[in-house]
Structures are given as structure tokens and as C-alpha cells.
């Protein structure tokens, strides 16, 4: 990391709630993804703050302006009997990507990991996203080709869902 950058990396507030939503836009328009960018500030508030918090986040700033978020909540392995952790979203603005923010999220994340005896890190990346991808490679990542990640969101989850009911 650049000796002249003032980075603080700590955990997300109520009062970064806008800040923080401002940031995942940017993200949903990198990712070509604003079409289901729905999220509120007060869904936010819940999910991280609320009586029973779904998720963490961990906001990046340099110089005192927010330029970078990180989005984890734990998962659990069945066969390590052990918890994990699911990084949902890591963001950067580019003017200051290339210069240690990143990593430093990404490592903040893995730490977490460490200190509360997490058997994995897991996280996924879009296929075209090739810059992340290296990024991750070059920190010792490696893809599981031998999985796909499934989904079922919408009519298709409220159909599922039925099915208990019968």
C-alpha cells in the first residue's frame, strides 16, 4: 500500500447506511446489475442494525471519504462442523483501486475469518469480471469448478415455498 494514503478500514455504522448504499450502486452499475437494485437505506438498517443483524459490513476510507465497503455473514459447512464466511460484496471506487484498499478489505474480512475459527472464505465473482478474478488468484484463491451456484428468487421461490404447504 502507497505510504502516502490514509486508509481506515473499520465496521459499518447506522450513520454509513447512505454512504453505504451510495457505494452498492456504483457496484450495481460496474456490474451492469441497476436493474435489481432495489435495496433501501431502512432494509439496510435492519439487515445490519436491526434486532436480529443478517449480515456485517465493513466500510474503507481514505482521507475520510468512503470510497470502499465489504459485505460478509456467516454460512456453516456440514462437514467441517465448523462456521464459514460468505463475502456477498466487496467495492472499490476506482480512483483509488490499485492502491491497497482492496486487499486491505478483503484481508480484514479473512482476519475476521481467523478469529472466530472459520473453517472457509467463500465468495463468488462474475465470469466476465477478470480484473477480480486475478485478484483473487493472485491472493491464493482458487475457483471450485466442480460446483454451480444456484438460485431461486421470485415466483419460482413463493412456488418452492408452496410446495411446504401441501
Known amino acids: 500500500m502507497s505510504a502516502n494514503i490514509d486508509l481506515v478500514i473499520r465496521p459499518a455504522t447506522e450513520s454509513d447506511i447512505p454512504a453505504l448504499l451510495g457505494l452498492i450502486w456504483e457496484l450495481a452499475e ?3 446489475l441497476t436493474h435489481i437494485m432495489v435495496a433501501t437505506e431502512e432494509q439496510y438498517r435492519q439487515a445490519l442494525f ?3 443483524p443478517v ?10 471519504q468512503a470510497v470502499g465497503y465489504a459485505i460478509f455473514f456467516h454460512n456453516f459447512s456440514t462437514f467441517l462442523g465448523r462456521p464459514g464466511i460468505y463475502l456477498e460484496d466487496i467495492y472499490v471506487r476506482p480512483q483509488v483501486r490499485g492502491r491497497g484498499v482492496g486487499k486491505k ?7 475476521i475469518a481467523r478469529e472466530r475459527n472459520c473453517g472457509r472464505y467463500e465468495w463468488c465473482v462474475l465470469k466476465w469480471n477478470t480484473p477480480s478474478i486475478d485478484f483473487y488468484k493472485a491472493l491464493g484463491a482458487e475457483a471450485l469448478d466442480g460446483w454451480l451456484m444456484m438460485r431461486l428468487d421470485g415466483d419460482a421461490l413463493a412456488k418452492v415455498a408452496d410446495l411446504a404447504e401441501e
Request: hydrophobic share 55%; proline share 0%; charged share 25%.
Open 105 to 111: 478489505l478483503f484481508a480484514t474480512v479473512a482476519r
Open 55 to 64: 449480515a456485517e459490513a465493513l466500510m474503507a476510507f481514505v482521507d475520510g
Open 50 to 52: 436491526g434486532a436480529r
Open 30 to 32: 460496474y456490474e451492469k
